[in-house]
């Protein structure tokens, strides 16, 4: 939550080490495993939209799957594989266009956040969604 929640300046780093011990402790015992493929240090807003972003993935994961987290230079890729989807299309319509008056439950709040925050930092989401893949781009 810290990761995803908190505030995070333009200067700061994160070490791949805590990203990696907070990815344990997240996955420890559940159906949902994540595989960070991102580099050794990394910009916190950045790291702080990807957790976002696999907290989005992971709602669309209710049975488990695999995450993967990439990063090359600027552009991040997040990528959910799993055999059963379970895609709410206004929640993710939510990242792809331009700010809405859209409920939200408190269970969804991460949607929200995530587009507010990669807009306020200039970065474009791309969505693909398939019948067992979503791709997020960032």
């Not at 790291?47 to 994961?61: H, S």
């Not at 552009?75 to 008056?101: E, F, G, H, I, N």
Request: net charge positive; hydrophobic share 50%.
């Amino acid at each position: 939550f810290r990761l995803a929640f908190g505030s995070a300046a333009d200067h700061q780093q994160v070490a791949r080490s805590e990203v990696l011990s907070v990815i344990d402790d997240m996955t420890r015992g559940g159906r949902l495993r994540l595989d960070w493929q991102a580099g050794p240090a990394l910009a916190r807003v950045d790291v702080k939209i990807a957790f976002l972003g696999i907290m989005c993935l992971e709602t669309a994961l209710p049975y488990g799957g695999q995450v993967t987290i990439a990063a090359n230079g600027a552009d991040w890729t997040l990528r959910a594989d799993a055999d059963r989807l379970k895609v709410d299309p206004d929640l993710w319509q939510r990242l792809a266009s331009p700010p809405q008056a859209l409920t939200l439950a408190p269970a969804h709040v991460h949607f929200a956040l995530l587009a507010d925050e990669a807009r306020r930092r200039g970065r474009l989401l791309r969505l693909e969604l398939a019948e067992s893949r979503i791709t997020l781009r960032f």
